[in-house]
């Protein structure tokens, strides 16, 4: 009994923060910490979490299909992973390579046009582990319906430690010179990066930390985070939402900050000069939702009657 209440509420609490949701992030991020701890807890070994968070990851996507995600990555095995000992390493690798074929062949992956693509030092894992990421990449390469990031032998400092080598060995060769030095040229040297910045990351196993996970495209672009204490087998479909959740709240905060600034911008502008004012009003309505932009409008046409009346007043002082 106490079982299906669980259930039911659950359900309903899904259903209510389903219908909170507005627009969500476009590209989302996940932390899978927990399966060692998770089968620790149940009196089991590595493997067997390992595998149980398997299950997790085909239902998350189901629920990025539901919440309209484009893109979704998974920290799946870190840099720092090759220093667990080998009895665990070797069925790890064993579970990844089977998911890759699996996912490659399944046919809710080429229904809804998934594209798998793996990012890290995948030249670090072994011979056969590349095989199945050669043959996910080739099965999929060609679908845009959504992408699937897994991260293998991933570490953010690396990354962009081997993109800043890149960039000074071509500015040396003379194959692109330092005034060229770009965001972009960093990005494009990044090592099988994802297609978009992150906006949300998620992290599991109650630690509260982003482990050097992308930190070009999720710090770099102020990406939310969510923290929950499930273990990755335990992360449930309401975790995720909750995830979502924070994601539209700090969202709709960061929007208000912007429109707050852009206003007090236009009103600093309008002391000195009107038309200036309006120049740079101009602007920074093309960069802020419909929102913001009203409010801007509203503080341009404030100033512009402030100016008019202003305007009057002088006109009568003179003609006395």
Not at 15 to 43: C, F, M
Not at 212 to 234: I, Q, T
Not at 258 to 280: C, D, I, N, Y
Not at 282 to 287: A, D, I, K, S
Request: with cysteine.
């Amino acid at each position: 009994m106490r079982q299906w209440l669980r259930r039911q509420f659950n359900g309903a609490y899904e259903r209510t923060l389903s219908r909170e949701l507005g627009n969500g992030p476009a590209h989302v991020a996940i932390i899978q910490d927990g399966n060692r701890r998770y089968a620790r807890s149940h009196g089991d070994d590595a493997p067997d979490g390992h595998k149980a968070g398997a299950k997790t990851t085909e239902r998350v996507l189901d629920w990025c299909d539901e919440a309209g995600v484009e893109e979704l990555t998974l920290y799946a095995f870190s840099t720092e992973n090759f220093d667990r000992p080998d009895d665990e390493l070797e069925p790890l690798f064993d579970l990844i390579e089977s998911k890759l074929y699996e996912f490659a062949d399944a046919d809710r992956v080429h229904d809804s046009e998934v594209r798998i693509c793996a990012i890290g030092q995948t030249e670090r894992l072994p011979d056969r582990l590349r095989e199945a990421i050669d043959y996910a990449e080739g099965e999929t390469g060609h679908y845009d319906g959504f992408r699937l990031n897994i991260a293998l032998a991933y570490g953010g400092r690396a990354e962009l430690l081997g993109a800043a080598r890149d960039v000074a060995r071509d500015v040396q060769t003379g194959d692109l010179s330092a005034s060229d030095v770009s965001l972009d040229a960093v990005d494009e040297r990044l090592c099988r990066r994802p297609a978009r910045d992150v906006d949300l990351i998620i992290r599991t196993g109650g630690d509260e930390r982003t482990s050097n996970f992308l930190p070009w495209h999720a710090n770099g672009n102020e990406a939310a985070v969510y923290f929950c204490a499930p273990y990755w087998p335990e992360f449930s479909k309401v975790d995720f939402l909750r995830g979502l959740r924070t994601y539209e709240s700090r969202e709709k905060s960061w929007q208000r900050t912007r429109t707050e600034r852009a206003v007090a911008l236009v009103r600093s502008a309008a002391e000195t000069e009107l038309a200036e004012a309006k120049t740079v009003a101009g602007r920074l309505r093309e960069q802020l939702p419909s929102a913001g932009a009203e409010k801007v409008l509203a503080e341009l046409e404030r100033q512009d009657d402030g100016s008019d009346v202003e305007r009057t007043s002088e006109t009568v002082e003179f003609a006395d």
